[in-house]
């Protein structure tokens, strides 16, 4: 930029009558400076204030000898706390450090890095993430990437769904993210006993909270780290929760020879007894939601079911109990209504649709809604999952457009589309089982409606025709996407 031109010599600037002289401008500033340091003052006081310094106030505390834990908060993510509500760990070895969950921001990973140089100036030989929730791995990129390491389904889980997660922690705890990107943990760990870093140490991989939940034991001192399976003093999350499945890995900790408990979030203990309180919320959680979906309840009253007393001590139970619900009543009330058979739908089908019923293929009828409706209530579905946006074939057309060339007929459907997508967790899951399950990816849901009914449109999937925990996993998530459909659409 050019410089302006200074003033000619003989130009005269004089004080216009309403503004200060020169001489009464130390004063103004004089008065500024005891405002702004006045409000400062006043600021310092303010429990938010602090959060502009993006300071986590991590202290290790070490528990037993060479394991430590920093215990977050048993809070919701906000703007205040930034993230910090989870319990993340490290084992000092004779050789190394073994990191136990990464926070929930780029700047969480930085200063738990430097909260673990104040105690050992030992190298990281090994980060682990205990599953794919964003409070446990998005301080990740403060870590050696070599280091980083988790299941298998876990490092499917955060490819698929880490950027989405990212994105809504921006939203949650705001510039406390800035910087934050995902990192992917490029080593799958081997369950079992092993020695790491100086350190004997065994990997549990189990499951429940999510898809794959990994729990470490420290034999050098007896210390179970079980991350989110177990909850002290706040109420479990379950956005991805296998109830059934939880309660079994409960059961598989309990039996360990364990002198001290590290949960997922709340205070470490020296007995069972955060196991039992998880395990009976998780239970009390399930029987309520079949007995609601059983007595035919709809979600607004299930959300005004008594909290039992013993829970009333939890934190944050009203709200996690909601979230619950709405995460697991609509499976549940699916379950009830497919019961032994539909009655509107043995009525409806025709002896076609009942071959296709035989060979595994599920179908939802909604009435009196336009085909776009479903379609988009169906492709937000799949994005609520944190799955990339599906690939939508034009199906319909497509039959129209070749039916003078093949001589089928035309206007089978009044529109009909499907949606073909990949859920990498599930996809990893399959591929784990067997190689050949590469065929059964992607999944595809199909939305279709009839000339003579074009405001009668139905959703048919087809879950993987195999009894495996992979196919099972799939068939849960294409259900849950038609539920999901279905409540957006108001049809719950």
Same mark, same amino acid.
């Given at each position: 930029?050019?410089?302006?031109a200074?003033?000619?010599?003989?130009?005269?600037?004089?004080?216009?009558?309403?503004?200060?002289? @020169?001489?009464?401008?130390?004063?103004?500033?004089?008065?500024?400076?005891?405002?702004?340091?006045?409000?400062?003052a006043?600021?310092?006081?303010?429990?938010?204030?602090?959060?502009?310094r993006? %300071?986590?106030?991590?202290?290790?505390?070490?528990?037993?000898?060479?394991?430590?834990?920093?215990v977050?908060?048993?809070?919701?993510?906000?703007?205040t706390?930034?993230?910090?509500?989870?319990?993340?760990?490290?084992? $000092?070895?004779?050789?190394?450090?073994? $990191?136990? %969950?990464?926070?929930?921001?780029?700047?969480?990973?930085?200063?738990?890095?430097?909260?673990?140089?104040?105690?050992?100036?030992?190298?990281?030989?090994?980060?682990?993430?205990t /599953? /794919?929730?964003?409070?446990?791995?998005?301080?990740?990129?403060?870590?050696? @990437?070599?280091?980083?390491?988790?299941?298998?389904?876990?490092?499917?889980?955060?490819?698929?769904?880490?950027?989405?997660?990212?994105?809504?922690?921006? #939203?949650?705890?705001?510039?406390w993210?800035?910087?934050?990107?995902?990192?992917?943990?490029?080593?799958?760990?081997?369950?079992?006993?092993?020695?790491?870093?100086?350190r &004997? $140490?065994?990997?549990?991989?189990?499951?429940?909270?999510?898809?794959?939940?990994?729990?470490?034991?420290?034999? +050098?001192?007896?210390?179970?780290?079980?991350?989110?399976?177990v909850?002290?003093?706040?109420?479990?999350?379950t956005? !991805?929760?296998?109830?059934?499945?939880?309660?079994?890995?409960?059961?598989?900790?309990?039996?360990?020879?364990?002198?001290?408990?590290?949960?997922?979030?709340g205070?470490?203990?020296?007995?069972?007894?955060?196991?039992?309180?998880?395990?009976?919320?998780?239970?009390?959680?399930?029987?309520?939601?079949?007995?609601?979906?059983? &007595?035919?309840?709809?979600?607004?009253?299930?959300?005004?079911?008594?909290?039992p007393?013993?829970?009333?001590?939890?934190?944050?139970?009203?709200?996690?109990?909601?979230?619950?619900?709405?995460?697991?009543?609509?499976?549940?009330?699916?379950?009830?209504?497919?019961?032994?058979?539909?009655? %509107?739908?043995?009525?409806?089908?025709?002896?076609?649709?009942?071959?296709?019923?035989?060979?595994?293929?599920?179908?939802?009828?909604?009435?009196?809604? +336009?085909? *776009?409706?479903?379609?988009?209530?169906?492709?937000?579905?799949?994005?609520?999952?944190?799955?990339?946006?599906?690939?939508? *074939?034009?199906?319909? /057309?497509?039959?129209?457009?070749?039916?003078?060339?093949?001589? !089928?007929?035309?206007?089978?459907?009044?529109?009909?589309?499907?949606?073909?997508?990949?859920n990498?967790?599930?996809?990893?899951?399959? =591929?784990?089982?067997?190689?050949?399950?590469?065929?059964?990816?992607?999944l595809?849901?199909?939305?279709?409606?009839?000339?003579?009914?074009p405001r009668?449109?139905? $959703?048919?999937?087809?879950?993987?025709?195999?009894?495996?925990?992979? =196919?099972?996993?799939? #068939?849960?998530?294409?259900?849950?996407?038609? #539920?999901? =459909?279905?409540?957006?659409?108001?049809?719950?």
């Amino acid at each position: 930029m050019t410089p302006a031109a200074p003033l000619a010599p003989t130009c005269v600037v004089r004080p216009h009558p309403r503004h200060p002289r @020169p001489g009464r401008f130390p004063v103004v500033m004089r008065w500024l400076a005891r405002v702004l340091a006045a409000l400062s003052a006043l600021l310092a006081l303010i429990p938010g204030a602090h959060a502009e310094r993006f %300071d986590y106030r991590l202290e290790p505390r070490e528990i037993a000898p060479g394991a430590y834990v920093i215990v977050g908060l048993k809070e919701d993510f906000s703007f205040t706390n930034g993230g910090n509500i989870a319990n993340a760990g490290f084992l $000092v070895g004779t050789e190394g450090v073994i $990191v136990i %969950d990464t926070g929930s921001s780029k700047r969480y990973g930085e200063q738990m890095l430097a909260a673990i140089r104040r105690v050992t100036p030992l190298p990281v030989v090994l980060t682990l993430n205990t /599953h /794919h929730h964003p409070d446990h791995f998005l301080g990740n990129q403060a870590f050696p @990437p070599a280091t980083l390491a988790a299941l298998p389904e876990t490092i499917a889980a955060i490819r698929s769904e880490g950027e989405a997660f990212n994105a809504n922690m921006y #939203r949650l705890n705001g510039d406390w993210m800035r910087d934050t990107e995902v990192v992917v943990p490029a080593r799958a760990v081997e369950p079992g006993r092993q020695r790491i870093g100086g350190r &004997d $140490v065994e990997l549990l991989a189990l499951g429940g909270h999510t898809v794959a939940d990994l729990a470490l034991v420290d034999h +050098d001192t007896g210390t179970v780290f079980a991350a989110d399976l177990v909850f002290n003093g706040r109420t479990p999350t379950t956005p !991805h929760a296998d109830i059934a499945r939880w309660l079994a890995a409960l059961d598989a900790l309990e039996r360990l020879p364990a002198q001290r408990w590290v949960p997922g979030h709340g205070e470490v203990v020296t007995d069972t007894a955060p196991l039992r309180q998880t395990r009976d919320y998780l239970a009390w959680l399930q029987r309520t939601i079949r007995q609601s979906a059983e &007595d035919g309840l709809d979600m607004s009253e299930v959300f005004a079911t008594p909290i039992p007393a013993r829970f009333a001590a939890l934190a944050l139970v009203e709200n996690e109990f909601r979230r619950s619900v709405a995460h697991l009543f609509p499976a549940a009330e699916q379950a009830v209504l497919e019961g032994p058979a539909r009655a %509107d739908e043995a009525a409806d089908e025709t002896a076609g649709r009942q071959a296709g019923a035989d060979a595994g293929i599920r179908v939802r009828h909604f009435t009196d809604v +336009d085909f *776009s409706d479903v379609r988009d209530a169906l492709a937000e579905a799949i994005a609520a999952e944190g799955i990339t946006p599906p690939v939508v *074939s034009h199906f319909g /057309h497509m039959l129209d457009r070749t039916a003078p060339d093949l001589g !089928h007929a035309r206007g089978l459907y009044a529109e009909a589309e499907i949606l073909t997508f990949c859920n990498a967790a599930v996809a990893a899951r399959l =591929a784990a089982e067997a190689r050949e399950h590469i065929a059964l990816c992607p999944l595809s849901i199909g939305v279709y409606a009839e000339p003579r009914a074009p405001r009668e449109v139905r $959703v048919a999937y087809r879950p993987p025709g195999i009894d495996t925990p992979g =196919a099972t996993a799939a #068939r849960e998530l294409m259900a849950r996407i038609v #539920r999901r =459909a279905a409540a957006l659409l108001g049809r719950e």
